[in-house]
């Protein structure tokens, strides 16, 4: 398994201005800085809970179909999936229609199966056999994303700034309490 960013988000979950309310900068000697630390905060944090924040394309490869029957699509939210590709062993792409497999955006991570009247896909090529094309985050503007994230965000951007080369290794505790109720487990 092996996932492909197709489209980056558009925004971040904070804006500069928010950022530097919260970091107490009057300046815009730093703007620069701080647009690149709300990015790396916005990014550690996604890596944190596993999830997507701002709407975002991806492609998950597989090489096979699981023996359960059922893909989990990692980077919750799942908002849609975009379409689901098939790789024959000669490399010919097969698009499956939508009608052949459901889509569990409720669960998270999100998961999709065949359908039962879907015969199983035989002949595929041995890697990246089938490409699952999905749309993953909260939406398209900074105030879909859940307030506790954001803060965590601004929270994080502030232990970056004020250790310029010196970052921590770990988020500090009140990051970790914010972001705790989203992070994913696998159980």
Not at 16 to 45: C, F, G, Q, Y
Not at 64 to 87: F, R
Not at 123 to 151: C, T
């Amino acid at each position: 398994m092996s996932l492909q960013i197709i489209t980056q988000p558009a925004i971040e979950p904070v804006t500069l201005a928010e950022a530097k309310a919260h970091l107490k900068v009057d300046t815009a000697d730093d703007d620069a800085l701080i647009a690149t630390l709300i990015t790396a905060a916005r990014t550690r944090a996604e890596w944190h809970t596993g999830r997507a924040f701002i709407a975002q394309s991806w492609t998950l490869w597989l090489d096979a179909w699981p023996a359960d029957g059922t893909v989990e699509i990692p980077l919750p939210p799942l908002a849609s999936v975009a379409s689901v590709t098939t790789y024959a062993r000669d490399d010919t792409p097969t698009v499956l229609d939508t009608g052949a497999y459901v889509a569990d955006a409720a669960s998270q991570p999100a998961r999709l199966a065949l359908k039962c009247a879907v015969p199983p896909i035989a002949n595929l090529r041995r890697i990246n056999a089938i490409a699952v094309a999905f749309n993953a985050g909260y939406g398209d503007a900074e105030s879909d994303v859940p307030a506790p994230i954001r803060e965590a965000i601004l929270e994080i951007v502030a232990e970056l700034y004020a250790n310029r080369g010196d970052a921590p290794a770990t988020e500090s505790l009140t990051v970790q309490a914010l972001l705790a109720p989203y992070r994913i487990f696998k159980l």
